[in-house]
C-alpha cells in the first residue's frame, strides 16, 4: 500500500503546463553544405541568458515555439556533429511571430570525429559522481576480453582468477550498460569482447539513486550503440599470440532513419589459455603442480530499436544475448617426502554458460527543460551447467574416479521509475522507485563417497523494494545534493527442503551527501558521504562446493550476514590547457560485520593436509586510501596517463592453527592485521604524425599483507604501435603485453599451514588488431537521457 501511495504521489506531482502566452517563433533547419533538412535539432529560446522554452525540429527540419510573452529572446539551434548557432527574435504586438527562415547549420568536423570515429587514446574525465574512461584503441589492443583490459585502468585490480577488486578491495558491484546481470563478474568479463566496450565508470561514491550494493563502488561497462542517420557500422577483428593464438571479432551496425534508430553490435572470442602454478608447503616439504589449460568460445550479441514517437516521448527496447561454453583440464601433482603418498589427479570439466537480458524503456520529456519521467523494466535470465570428471591415481598404485555436476539457473528482474523536477534554474528534485526480484536455484550431485550430501537442492531467492529521494542546488561556484534511499530487503534459502534454511528480513536507510566547489574554472573540489552494503551472493552462501583439489574444497556459508559500510570521500581536479587535468582524491570507510575468507581442515577426510575455504563475518573494520591520475600532454606528440592509488584496510578474519600439544588437531584464531597496498600505472603515447603513433605501458602493484598470508609484488611492461590509413577508417596496431614476462602471482602464508606458492597465465603476449568502419550520415541521436550514462543501481575462484 505505501508503494501504491508513493506512485500515486509521484504521478500527482506533475505539474501542468502554463497557461498559453501570444507569441510563436517558426522557421526550418537545414545542412549549409547538402542544403537538407536537418530533424531532431535541439531549439533553445533564451531570455538575457535564461532559458525560457524550446523545442525539437520535426522529420522536415521545422519547428514551431508557441506560447511565448511578447519579448526580445535569443534562440540558439544546437545538434551533434554540427556548431552551434544562435540568432536573435523580436516578438512585439505589431508582429507576435517571428519566422525565422531558413537557419543553415554548418558541420563541426571536430565533434563529427568524436561522434564516429573510436577515440585512437584513452581518456580519463572526472565527473562529481564518477570517473569515465573512453575506451580507445590503444586500450582494446590490451588483449580479446573485458577481463584482460581491466588491468590497465586506474584503482583496478585483475587477480590470478581474473577476480576484479576496485581501490584494493574486491566488494564490487559490476554492471553492464548500467543493469546488474546474474553471472559471476569473473566469468562476466571473460565472456565481454574488448572491441564491444564504448566506456567504463567507476563510481566509488554512489549516490541515493543507485543501488547500495557494493563497498568500494561500482564498475559499469557501457557497450557501443551507435545512433547515426543512415546505415554505417564498425567491424574490429583481433588475434593474440600466446602459447596458442586466440581470436576475438566485433561488428557493430546501426541503421537510422526518421523515428526509427536499428542498432546492434556482436562480438566473440575463441582460443586457449594456459595457466601454471605451484604450492609448497615448509613443514612437510610436499608440492603441488598444477597446470590448467582452458578451451573456451563466447559470443555476445546486442541488438535493439529506438523509437521517436514525438518531440518528447521515446521508447526504447534492446536485448543482450550472451553464449559462453568452455572445456578445461586441470592437472594436480603432489609429491611427499613419501613417494608412496604422492597423489596426481586429472580433471575434465565442461562449462555451458547463457544468458539473456531483456530491457523495454520509456521516456517523457514534460514542458519545462529538463523535466522528464523514466519507466524501465529490465530482465535477465542466465542458465549454466558444469560436468566435472575425476581421475584420481595415488603413489599406492590405487586409482578412483568420481563425478561432479551442478546446474545453475539464476532470474533478475527490476522495474525502475524515475522522476526528474528541475524546481529552478539553481534547484532540481529527484524521485524514484526501484523492485527487483532474484531467484537462484541450484542442484549438485556427486559419485564421491564419503560425502556428507551426495545430492543437493539449493535455492536462495531475494525481494528488494526501494524508494529514494534527493534534491540539490547549484549555484555559480558551490553546488550539493542530499539524498537518500529506504529500501526492504528479504532473502529466503533453503538447502534440500529445509535442512539448512536461512531467512532474512529487514528495512534500511541509505543516506548521501555530495557538496562542490569551484574555485574556477580549471580548479574543483568535491566532497561525498555515502552509506552501503555488500549482501553476501548465491556463490559466498552456497553449501555446494565451487571448486575442488585433492587438498582444497571451496564451499559457501549459507548464515553469511550482510556487511554495512559508511564512507566519506574528498577529490580534487585541476584542469590545464589541451584537455591536460589531473584529479586527487582521498577516502576513509567504517565497515561493520565484514565478510572475508576463512580456512580450515576438512574435517569429513581422514587427510589432514585437506583444506576447507569459505567466508565469514567480523566485526568492525575500518579502511583507508588516496588516488592521484592524470592526463598531461608534454608536447604535440607526446602525453601520458600516470595513476598511482594507495590503500590501507584494517582486516581481520578466522584461521586456522595446530594445537601446540597436538599438532594434528587445529584451533580457530581471530588475527587482525593491517593490509598497505600500492599501485602505480603509467601510459605512454608518441604520435609521429597524423598516421603513425606508439605507445608504452607499465604496471606495479607492492606487496599485500592479509590475514591468510602475504601476497608478493606483481609488475610489468608492454608497447605497441598504431597505423591509420584510407583517411583514418581503417588502423592497424600490435602490442606486446608483459615484455619481459614478469607478470606472476606469488604468495607466503602460515594458516592453517606454512606454505608459498605462485601462479603463471599467459601474460607475455603478442597483440595484432584491424578495424574499420564503413557507411555515412550524422548523428542523429535524440537529446535524452541515456541509461547507459545515468544508471542506476564473489564468490571464490581459483582458475
Given at each position: 500500500m505505501k508503494l501504491k501511495m508513493f506512485f500515486v504521489f509521484l504521478f500527482g506531482s506533475i505539474m501542468s503546463i502554463a497557461a498559453q502566452n501570444p507569441g510563436s517563433i517558426t522557421g526550418k533547419?537545414?545542412?549549409?553544405?547538402t542544403t537538407e533538412p536537418v530533424p531532431y535539432v535541439t531549439i533553445t529560446v533564451k531570455e538575457n541568458g535564461a532559458v525560457v522554452s524550446g523545442g525539437l525540429t520535426d522529420d522536415n527540419g521545422e519547428f514551431a515555439i508557441k506560447n511565448l510573452p511578447l519579448k526580445n529572446y535569443t534562440v540558439e539551434f544546437q545538434f551533434m556533429g554540427y556548431k552551434t548557432y544562435a540568432m536573435s527574435a523580436n516578438l512585439t504586438d505589431k508582429d507576435r511571430t517571428a519566422n525565422l527562415g531558413n537557419i543553415a547549420i554548418s558541420e563541426d568536423v571536430t565533434q563529427l570525429n568524436e561522434v564516429e570515429v573510436i577515440k585512437e587514446t584513452t581518456t580519463i574525465e572526472q565527473k562529481i559522481d564518477r570517473k569515465v574512461i573512453t575506451v580507445g584503441r590503444d586500450l582494446t589492443t590490451a588483449g580479446g576480453t573485458a577481463s584482460e583490459i581491466m588491468g590497465n585502468i586506474p584503482s583496478v585490480n585483475v587477480d590470478q582468477d581474473g577476480k576484479i577488486s576496485l581501490r584494493g578491495n574486491p566488494n564490487v558491484r559490476i554492471l553492464v550498460d548500467g543493469r546488474p546481470t546474474t553471472i559471476d563478474p569473473a566469468q562476466l568479463l571473460k565472456q565481454i569482447p574488448s572491441s564491444s566496450i564504448k566506456k567504463i565508470e567507476l563510481i566509488t561514491n554512489p549516490s541515493a539513486k543507485y543501488n547500495p550494493e557494493g563497498m568500494s563502488g561500482i564498475i559499469n561497462i557501457i557497450l557501443h550503440k551507435n545512433a547515426n542517420d543512415g546505415f554505417n557500422g564498425n567491424f574490429n577483428s583481433g588475434i593474440n599470440f600466446g602459447e596458442t593464438p586466440k581470436f576475438n571479432t566485433g561488428l557493430d551496425l546501426n541503421y537510422r532513419k526518421g523515428k526509427v534508430n536499428f542498432f546492434g553490435n556482436i562480438g566473440g572470442n575463441v582460443g586457449k589459455w594456459a595457466n601454471s602454478g605451484f604450492i609448497r608447503r615448509k613443514d612437510t616439504g610436499s608440492e603441488q603442480l598444477i597446470d590448467v589449460l582452458n578451451d573456451n568460445e563466447g559470443i555476445l550479441a546486442k541488438v535493439?530499436?529506438?523509437?521517436?514517437?514525438?518531440?518528447?516521448?521515446?521508447?526504447s527496447v534492446y536485448t543482450t544475448q550472451n553464449s559462453f561454453n568452455g572445456n578445461a583440464t586441470v592437472t594436480t601433482d603432489i609429491f611427499n617426502?613419501?613417494?608412496a603418498d604422492d597423489i596426481y589427479q586429472d580433471s575434465k570439466v565442461d562449462d555451458e554458460n547463457y544468458n539473456n537480458a531483456y530491457n523495454l524503456a520509456y521516456k517523457h520529456k514534460f514542458a519545462k527543460e529538463g523535466h522528464t519521467l523514466d519507466l524501465e523494466a529490465n530482465h535477465n535470465y542466465s542458465k549454466s551447467t558444469q560436468d566435472v570428471n575425476y581421475d584420481i591415481t595415488r603413489g599406492?598404485?590405487?586409482?578412483?574416479?568420481?563425478?561432479?555436476?551442478?546446474?545453475?539457473?539464476r532470474k533478475n528482474t527490476t522495474v525502475n521509475l524515475d522522476y526528474v523536477n528541475p524546481l529552478s534554474e539553481k534547484s532540481t528534485l529527484e524521485l524514484g522507485a526501484e523492485a527487483r526480484l532474484l531467484r537462484t536455484e541450484s542442484n549438485f550431485f556427486t559419485t564421491n563417497t564419503p560425502v556428507e550430501y551426495p545430492t543437493v537442492d539449493y535455492t536462495y531467492d531475494q525481494d528488494i523494494f526501494s524508494a529514494y529521494a534527493t534534491f540539490g542546488q547549484k549555484w555559480t561556484k558551490f553546488s550539493y545534493q542530499v539524498g537518500a534511499r529506504l529500501e526492504s530487503y528479504k532473502v529466503v534459502a533453503d538447502f534440500n527442503k529445509?535442512?539448512?534454511?536461512?531467512?532474512?528480513?529487514?528495512?534500511?536507510?541509505?543516506?548521501?551527501l555530495f557538496a562542490g566547489y569551484n574555485f574556477n574554472e580549471k580548479n574543483m573540489l568535491q566532497f561525498s558521504f555515502s552509506?552501503?552494503?555488500?549482501?553476501?551472493?548465491?556463490?559466498?552462501?552456497?553449501?555446494?562446493?565451487?571448486?575442488?583439489?585433492p587438498l582444497l574444497t571451496s564451499i559457501g556459508n549459507p548464515s553469511l550476514e550482510p556487511q554495512f559500510t559508511s564512507s566519506v570521500e574528498l577529490n580534487y581536479t585541476k584542469m590545464f590547457g589541451q584537455g591536460s587535468s589531473v584529479t586527487g582524491g582521498v577516502y576513509y570507510r567504517f565497515?561493520?560485520?565484514?565478510?572475508?575468507?576463512?580456512?580450515?581442515?576438512?574435517?569429513?577426510?581422514?587427510?589432514?593436509?585437506d583444506q576447507i575455504m569459505s567466508f565469514g563475518n567480523f566485526d568492525k573494520n575500518t579502511a583507508w586510501g588516496f588516488e592521484v591520475s592524470a592526463n598531461y600532454k608534454i608536447t604535440k606528440w607526446w602525453d601520458i596517463q600516470p595513476a598511482v592509488d594507495f590503500s590501507s584496510i584494517n582486516q581481520q578474519g578466522l584461521v586456522s592453527q595446530p594445537l601446540a600439544s597436538d599438532p594434528d588437531s587445529f584451533e580457530f584464531i581471530n588475527r587482525k592485521i593491517t593490509a598497505n597496498a600500492f599501485n602505480a600505472r603509467m601510459n605512454s603515447n608518441f604520435k609521429v604524425n597524423d598516421r603513425l603513433s606508439f605507445l608504452l605501458f607499465g604496471f606495479y602493484r607492492g606487496p599485500v599483507n592479509g590475514v591468510q598470508g602475504e601476497m608478493k609484488e606483481m609488475y610489468k611492461i608492454d608497447s605497441g604501435a598504431r597505423y591509420s590509413l584510407l583517411d583514418n577508417r581503417m588502423s592497424l596496431s600490435v602490442r606486446f603485453n608483459d615484455m619481459f614476462k614478469t607478470q606472476r602471482f606469488g604468495f607466503d602464508s602460515n594458516n592453517p599451514f606454512p606454505q608459498s606458492g605462485e601462479f603463471r597465465w599467459e601474460s607475455r603476449t603478442v597483440y595484432?588488431?584491424?578495424?574499420?568502419?564503413?557507411?555515412?550520415?550524422?548523428?542523429m541521436a535524440m537529446q535524452r537521457k541515456q541509461r547507459d550514462d545515468n544508471t542506476k543501481q564473489g564468490g571464490g575462484g581459483m582458475f
Open positions: 533547419v537545414t545542412d549549409k553544405a535493439g530499436m529506438d523509437y521517436y514517437i514525438d518531440d518528447n516521448n521515446t521508447v617426502t613419501n613417494p599406492n598404485n590405487t586409482q578412483s574416479f568420481y563425478v561432479d555436476g551442478l546446474k545453475d539457473r529445509g535442512t539448512l534454511g536461512f531467512k532474512d528480513d529487514y528495512i534500511t536507510v541509505y543516506p548521501t552509506r552501503r552494503v555488500d549482501r553476501p551472493n548465491p556463490d559466498q552462501t552456497s553449501p555446494l562446493r565451487e571448486f575442488s583439489t565497515i561493520n560485520d565484514e565478510i572475508n575468507r576463512i580456512f580450515y581442515p576438512n574435517d569429513a577426510t581422514a587427510n589432514t593436509d595484432f588488431g584491424l578495424n574499420y568502419r564503413f557507411g555515412g550520415g550524422k548523428n
